[in-house]
């Protein structure tokens, strides 16, 4: 009876062993497979998670023990281009850094809302809003979060109109959670019941850009835009859009993009910085259509073949979740600061698809701050210079690439947070070529002037051109010579040009009135002839 027992406890005894170092090699083919076969950029990720590195471990074992090597490849795109990706909150201060209480959502509309703020700055000065808080992914999200995420975005590449996508596509245009800094929530399995209905609904079931016109419909019924939002501090997430049912162009193009991605319709987000003939800046959506093809629509707004961009262009650029090892943030040396959006990495350049591009090769004719590798490109926005590009300095010259034409450009290096003329303001004409305005201030003219920026010219019935001022206003106009020089103020009088002498010849020139937004447009004089710009 004793050699029974005996014999029973050194099972029981064995099977704990066994079972004990089939766990450890478990444990070992885990950390061997995160050691060796995870991916260098990976494990950064990783490694710089912190106490959220167990959520991304996670995601991995979970692909890895079901044997899905596609989607733990997927899982390595998303977490390898996860650094950096945040929820931007913002806080209204004034020039002291001072906490400003006001909200935009409180007033009715944009021009009440506008008034109010203006007089909030008639009596504190100057306002704006200022990043506060950056809630960065890799420290909050889940392991529950980015599987159900995966296993949606792959339910949605299984779509009819799908299926053509290459992996490289599915994993820009399908796979990615978020698009811009906006609030992390789970929006696809929501987008995916909402929008379920699309497929049964179309007639050649192939046609992803039939399946972006039908969402789009949907959209558009009832979510608008509201230049309001234009100074809401944040991006909005899915729930905010829902609420408010408004926003503001980016807002527009990632509700399109939720929608769409949880559908399996391929769609990106295209911008520009900033418009070179005239103010503020733009985002909208493309697709790609059955044969692989680019057409652009405005999520809520125009569908495809319906949209147009009507501004002239000087750079168009697309937003991607990969971090792309060509951008500038990726290639500069640390310690070089850039100009603000030009940081990110998670952008390339699409700008020769859209028009008829030109690469600039410039001399650089003032001298190079210590420390600064890269020069700039500024176009005229709102009453100041925006950078637009960059090139790598060589030597004393630089090249920027596929730059629009038809545009007045500054060349610009970047220090101390400012923007330092690196040569003549020059116009890229539509030939090509580069045409420098330089002030010539020993040769003078006298102009008459009729309008601070482009006006449709009306004559009355004797033949004299009106002239489009606020009658009793101040304007002053300036020429450009590495910085704005003033040549005279005038004051309007009804229906009459404004008189200026010993105006320099040759340069860039801004009629603005005093104390105004800055929004009237530069001109340049070409045989007595103004040119917007």
């Given at each position: 009876?004793?050699?029974?027992?005996?014999?029973?406890?050194?099972?029981?005894?064995?099977?704990?062993?066994?079972?004990?170092?089939?766990?450890?090699?478990?444990?070992?083919?885990?950390?061997?497979?995160?050691?060796?076969?995870?991916?260098?950029?990976?494990?950064?990720?990783?490694?710089?998670?912190?106490?959220?590195?167990?959520?991304?471990?996670?995601?991995?074992?979970?692909?890895?023990?079901?044997?899905?090597?596609?989607?733990?490849?997927?899982?390595?795109?998303?977490?390898?281009?996860?650094?950096?990706?945040?929820?931007?909150?913002?806080?209204?201060?004034?020039?002291?850094?001072?906490?400003?209480?006001?909200?935009?959502?409180?007033?009715?509309?944009?021009?009440?809302?506008?008034?109010?703020?203006?007089?909030?700055?008639?009596?504190?000065?100057?306002?704006?809003?200022?990043?506060?808080?950056?809630?960065?992914?890799?420290?909050?999200?889940?392991?529950?979060?980015?599987?159900?995420?995966?296993?949606?975005?792959?339910?949605?590449?299984?779509?009819?109109?799908?299926?053509?996508?290459?992996?490289?596509?599915?994993?820009?245009?399908?796979?990615?959670?978020?698009?811009?800094?906006?609030?992390?929530?789970?929006?696809?399995?929501?987008?995916?019941?909402?929008?379920?209905?699309?497929?049964?609904?179309?007639?050649?079931?192939?046609?992803?850009?039939?399946?972006?016109?039908?969402?789009?419909?949907?959209?558009?019924?009832?979510?608008?835009?509201?230049?309001?939002?234009?100074?809401?501090?944040?991006?909005?997430?899915?729930?905010?859009?829902?609420?408010?049912?408004?926003?503001?162009?980016?807002?527009?193009?990632?509700?399109?993009?939720?929608?769409?991605?949880?559908?399996?319709?391929?769609?990106?987000?295209?911008?520009?910085?900033?418009?070179?003939?005239?103010?503020?800046?733009?985002?909208?959506?493309?697709?790609?259509?059955?044969?692989?093809?680019?057409?652009?629509?405005?999520?809520?707004?125009?569908?495809?073949?319906?949209?147009?961009?009507?501004?002239?262009?000087?750079?168009?650029?697309?937003?991607?979740?990969?971090?792309?090892?060509?951008?500038?943030?990726?290639?500069?040396?640390?310690?070089?600061?850039?100009?603000?959006?030009?940081?990110?990495?998670?952008?390339?350049?699409?700008?020769?698809?859209?028009?008829?591009?030109?690469?600039?090769?410039?001399?650089?004719?003032?001298?190079?701050?210590?420390?600064?590798?890269?020069?700039?490109?500024?176009?005229?926005?709102?009453?100041?210079?925006?950078?637009?590009?960059?090139?790598?300095?060589?030597?004393?010259?630089?090249?920027?690439?596929?730059?629009?034409?038809?545009?007045?450009?500054?060349?610009?290096?970047?220090?101390?947070?400012?923007?330092?003329?690196?040569?003549?303001?020059?116009?890229?004409?539509?030939?090509?070529?580069?045409?420098?305005?330089?002030?010539?201030?020993?040769?003078?003219?006298?102009?008459?002037?009729?309008?601070?920026?482009?006006?449709?010219?009306?004559?009355?019935?004797?033949?004299?051109?009106?002239?489009?001022?606020?009658?009793?206003?101040?304007?002053?106009?300036f020429y450009w010579n590495d910085k704005w020089v003033k040549v005279a103020s005038k004051i309007a009088e009804k229906d009459k040009p404004l008189h200026f002498e010993k105006v320099p010849q040759g340069a860039l020139y801004w009629l603005v009135e005093k104390d105004s937004k800055k929004e009237e447009r530069i001109f340049t004089l070409d045989d007595g002839e103004v040119n917007w710009w």
């Amino acid at each position: 009876m004793r050699d029974i027992e005996t014999i029973g406890l050194a099972k029981l005894f064995l099977n704990r062993i066994i079972k004990t170092l089939s766990v450890l090699f478990f444990l070992f083919v885990s950390l061997q497979l995160l050691g060796q076969t995870v991916p260098a950029d990976v494990q950064k990720v990783l490694d710089d998670a912190g106490k959220n590195k167990v959520e991304l471990e996670k995601v991995l074992h979970h692909y890895q023990k079901q044997k899905d090597s596609l989607k733990l490849r997927a899982a390595w795109f998303l977490i390898a281009n996860m650094n950096g990706q945040c929820y931007a909150k913002a806080k209204l201060v004034d020039t002291s850094g001072n906490r400003v209480k006001f909200n935009v959502l409180d007033y009715p509309d944009y021009k009440t809302m506008v008034a109010a703020w203006d007089s909030v700055e008639h009596k504190i000065g100057t306002i704006d809003f200022t990043r506060d808080t950056l809630i960065y992914d890799i420290n909050i999200i889940t392991a529950d979060y980015l599987i159900e995420n995966i296993d949606l975005a792959f339910k949605a590449w299984n779509k009819p109109w799908a299926r053509q996508l290459t992996f490289d596509k599915f994993c820009e245009y399908i796979l990615p959670y978020r698009d811009s800094n906006e609030p992390l929530e789970p929006w696809r399995r929501r987008m995916y019941k909402k929008y379920n209905w699309v497929q049964d609904s179309m007639t050649d079931k192939t046609n992803p850009t039939e399946a972006c016109i039908l969402i789009n419909n949907e959209i558009r019924s009832w979510y608008k835009f509201d230049p309001l939002f234009y100074r809401h501090p944040t991006d909005l997430g899915l729930s905010e859009m829902e609420e408010y049912k408004r926003g503001r162009c980016e807002d527009m193009t990632n509700l399109a993009l939720y929608a769409m991605r949880a559908q399996g319709v391929p769609v990106m987000s295209d911008y520009t910085p900033a418009w070179p003939n005239t103010g503020n800046n733009h985002a909208w959506n493309a697709t790609l259509t059955k044969d692989g093809k680019v057409v652009i629509f405005m999520g809520g707004l125009d569908n495809p073949y319906e949209y147009k961009l009507d501004n002239k262009k000087a750079k168009v650029y697309r937003k991607t979740f990969g971090r792309q090892k060509n951008s500038l943030a990726l290639t500069k040396p640390d310690y070089e600061k850039v100009p603000g959006w030009l940081s990110s990495s998670h952008y390339i350049d699409v700008t020769k698809d859209y028009i008829p591009t030109a690469n600039v090769k410039l001399k650089l004719q003032r001298p190079k701050p210590d420390s600064v590798n890269y020069a700039y490109l500024y176009v005229f926005n709102s009453g100041d210079w925006t950078a637009i590009h960059w090139g790598k300095i060589m030597g004393d010259s630089v090249t920027f690439t596929d730059m629009g034409k038809g545009i007045a450009y500054l060349p610009c290096y970047y220090k101390n947070g400012s923007y330092l003329p690196a040569g003549n303001q020059f116009i890229l004409q539509e030939d090509g070529t580069v045409k420098e305005n330089v002030a010539d201030t020993l040769h003078t003219m006298s102009v008459d002037l009729y309008s601070t920026t482009r006006k449709k010219t009306v004559k009355a019935t004797d033949e004299i051109e009106k002239a489009h001022f606020n009658l009793g206003a101040e304007y002053e106009l300036f020429y450009w010579n590495d910085k704005w020089v003033k040549v005279a103020s005038k004051i309007a009088e009804k229906d009459k040009p404004l008189h200026f002498e010993k105006v320099p010849q040759g340069a860039l020139y801004w009629l603005v009135e005093k104390d105004s937004k800055k929004e009237e447009r530069i001109f340049t004089l070409d045989d007595g002839e103004v040119n917007w710009w």
